[in-house]
Every structure is written in structure tokens, then in C-alpha cells.
């Protein structure tokens, strides 16, 4: 079991009736990763503005759930639900 503390931990941004969503949330909750849930029409402008420019700068396409992972070495954004690459992510591999 994965035990991150308080320096890692994960911000999940939905969107209603997105099932990927849930499935990141239960991801987190089934290796005790900390996490905070939320939709993006909750998010602080700043937030939103943050993610908006981040989609443009690396030209990609946004899709969910947004998923932002901080931690002691780097904060990385990831679009969409790929258990594979978030087990890379949180050296579960």
C-alpha cells in the first residue's frame, strides 16, 4: 500500500456525469493516495486560467478528468484517466 503523506498528494477536476472522474477518485481512495475532488465550474479563476493556459501552451486537448499531482519533486497535469501512467507517477510500477 502507498503510503504518500502529506507531501504528495492529488487534485481531481470533473465534470458532471463523468465516469473516468469517479474511477480516478476510487483509484486514489484504493492506493491511499490524499486527494481533493472537484468541478471545474468550482475552481478559483486563477485555477481555471492556470489550466486554460497550460491546454494552450502544450497544445493538447482537455479531457477528464483533469487530474494535477503534487509532490516534492515536480507538479504534473494529466488529462484523462490512465491508471498505467498514474501507477508511473506514484512509483507504483
Known amino acids: 500500500m502507498y503510503d504518500a503523506g502529506i507531501d504528495t498528494f ?18 486514489m481512495q484504493d492506493n491511499n493516495i490524499l ?12 485555477w481555471r486560467r492556470m489550466i486554460s493556459n497550460y491546454v494552450k501552451e502544450n497544445n493538447i486537448t482537455v479531457s477528464y478528468p483533469i487530474i494535477y499531482i503534487v509532490n516534492p519533486i515536480q ?19
Open 10 to 27: 492529488a487534485i481531481i477536476i470533473s465534470k458532471p456525469g463523468c465516469q473516468a472522474c469517479e474511477n480516478a477518485k476510487k483509484y
Open 75 to 93: 507538479n504534473i497535469f494529466d488529462m484523462g484517466f490512465n491508471p498505467q501512467l498514474l501507477n508511473t507517477l506514484f512509483n507504483f510500477a
Open 35 to 46: 486527494y481533493l475532488y472537484t468541478e471545474f465550474k468550482n475552481l478559483s479563476l486563477e
